[in-house]
């Protein structure tokens, strides 16, 4: 079978799958299993594919026809311009993600060394991010899953960040002492178990329901973290966290008495990080 058959047909089966992007899916796969880029799968159309090229195309199909997230099936997922590791023990991460990046740049302007804190790294991309960007920072990232805190490892040495960043086990940020750290940086899980049914299936059934859901409301797990983070700031120090739209007036409830706080918008005007001054 050619390329552009094998594309053709793959179009075909995501679309009756119901699969989004079904051209942008199929290439991205077949890409991953030939090891190339896009102008080669358009430059070389008429080329065949091995057996076992075929036979593998096929597997990382069935997969994301069946809803497993493309970033999965090939391991990887971009994020600030690096090519991160990513497995079904870490959420995918996502450009919305990159406004709490943004948010801790302009606020850490002119400061030599701010001491910075991510919880809940995840895949490590927040903390990769920062280290890459302020080189005089000094990084930590807790996470209350070993599996993670391994992909978060793995994309340190990758990139040649892991001298930059420390990694602990740890609950949000129980047993850290007070006033040690001038930013506390989140992408907490932030959807209730009650608005399951609005959250897209293959995030629901394939992605880490520990990075995605908080407990009934969605809040819990920033009801905690909120005032373990005060706690953890030096006076003036920044909270910065990502959150879910039907989550905005309970967290502005929590931070109302913050020396200062403040939301940015997404690209599509939607309140996505609150950032508050202790």
């Given at each position: 079978?050619?390329?552009?058959?094998?594309?053709?047909?793959?179009?075909?089966?995501?679309?009756?799958?119901?699969?989004?992007?079904?051209?942008?899916?199929?290439?991205?796969?077949?890409?991953?299993?030939?090891?190339?880029?896009?102008?080669?799968?358009?430059?070389?159309?008429?080329?065949?594919?091995?057996?076992?090229?075929?036979?593998?195309?096929?597997q990382a199909l069935e997969?994301?026809?069946?809803?497993?997230?493309?970033?999965?099936?090939?391991?990887?997922?971009?994020?600030?311009?690096?090519?991160?590791?990513?497995?079904?023990?870490?959420?995918?991460?996502?450009?919305?993600?990159?406004?709490?990046?943004?948010?801790?740049?302009?606020?850490?302007?002119?400061?030599?060394?701010?001491?910075?804190?991510?919880?809940?790294?995840?895949?490590?991309?927040?903390?990769?991010?920062?280290?890459?960007?302020?080189?005089?920072?000094?990084?930590?990232?807790?996470?209350?899953?070993?599996?993670?805190?391994?992909?978060?490892?793995?994309?340190a040495a990758r990139h040649?960040?892991?001298?930059?960043?420390?990694?602990?086990?740890?609950?949000?940020?129980?047993?850290?002492?007070?006033?040690?750290?001038?930013?506390?940086?989140?992408?907490?899980?932030?959807?209730?178990?009650?608005?399951?049914?609005?959250?897209?299936?293959?995030?629901?059934?394939?992605?880490?329901?520990?990075?995605?859901?908080?407990?009934?409301?969605?809040?819990?797990?920033?009801?905690?973290?909120?005032?373990?983070?005060?706690?953890?700031?030096?006076?003036?120090?920044?909270?910065?966290?990502?959150?879910?739209?039907?989550?905005?007036?309970?967290?502005?409830?929590?931070?109302?008495?913050?020396?200062?706080?403040?939301?940015?918008?997404?690209?599509?005007?939607?309140?996505?990080?609150?950032?508050?001054?202790?």
């Open positions: 079978m050619q390329i552009a058959q094998a594309l053709r047909s793959a179009i075909q089966l995501l679309e009756s799958a119901g699969t989004g992007s079904p051209r942008l899916n199929a290439e991205t796969l077949l890409m991953f299993v030939l090891g190339c880029d896009r102008a080669y799968l358009y430059a070389h159309s008429d080329r065949l594919l091995t057996p076992d090229e075929q036979r593998r195309y096929q997969e994301r026809a069946r809803g497993v997230p493309a970033q999965y099936i090939t391991g990887h997922q971009e994020f600030w311009g690096m090519d991160l590791v990513v497995s079904p023990a870490v959420l995918v991460p996502r450009p919305e993600t990159e406004h709490i990046v943004e948010t801790v740049l302009e606020l850490a302007r002119g400061m030599a060394a701010p001491r910075i804190v991510d919880v809940g790294t995840g895949s490590g991309c927040i903390a990769l991010a920062l280290a890459r960007e302020l080189p005089g920072a000094e990084l930590h990232a807790t996470d209350v899953s070993a599996e993670a805190l391994e992909i978060a490892r793995a994309n040649g960040l892991q001298h930059r960043i420390r990694f602990e086990e740890r609950d949000l940020l129980a047993g850290v002492a007070p006033a040690s750290y001038d930013f506390v940086v989140a992408n907490p899980p932030y959807v209730g178990e009650r608005e399951a049914e609005t959250v897209e299936a293959q995030v629901r059934r394939f992605e880490p329901r520990l990075a995605v859901f908080a407990g009934e409301t969605g809040t819990e797990v920033i009801d905690r973290l909120v005032p373990q983070a005060r706690a953890a700031l030096r006076p003036g120090g920044w909270l910065v966290m990502e959150i879910g739209y039907s989550s905005r007036l309970a967290v502005e409830s929590l931070l109302r008495d913050w020396a200062e706080s403040r939301l940015v918008n997404d690209l599509q005007g939607i309140a996505r990080v609150a950032a508050a001054r202790r």
